[in-house]
Nanobody, 112 residues
Framework: QVQLVESGGGLVQPGGSLRLSCAASGSIFSSSSVGWYRQAPGKQREFVAQITSRSVTIYADSVKGRFTISRDNAKKTLYLQMDSLKLEDTAVYYC??????WGQGTQVTVSS
């Protein structure tokens, strides 16, 4: 059984930074691709970033160069470092393992 718990969301001004974390349970974390999605009010959930079991990373064009995804297999934890945040980054951010298991989400609000 896999459980994912996100943390680190909050309110930040435009241009600021936040670091999201996603703690996983179970034994398949290190052998799995994991990633982040987000859903803004009134919009569909969209892909943000992914990191494979071999630490190959993929980013949505909208966050490339501003966000950094990383993982710590020993801690079974996924991270998303978000810099130069924009108003349009406001959303609930979800972590996923193999796009099969999902966390409950953490709110990120970018506002002045």
């Amino acid at each position: 059984q896999v459980q994912l718990v996100e943390s680190g969301g909050g309110l930040v001004q435009p241009g600021g930074s936040l670091r999201l974390s996603c703690a996983a349970s179970g034994s398949i974390f290190s052998s799995s691709s994991v990633g982040w999605y987000r859903q803004a009010p009134g919009k569909q959930r969209e892909f943000v970033a992914q990191i494979t079991s071999r630490s190959v990373t993929i980013y949505a064009d909208s966050v490339k160069g501003r966000f950094t995804i990383s993982r710590d297999n020993a801690k079974k934890t996924l991270y998303l470092q978000m810099d130069s945040l924009k108003l349009e980054d406001t959303a609930v951010y979800y972590c996923t393992l193999r796009e099969t298991w999902w966390g409950q989400g953490t709110q990120v609000t970018v506002s002045s």
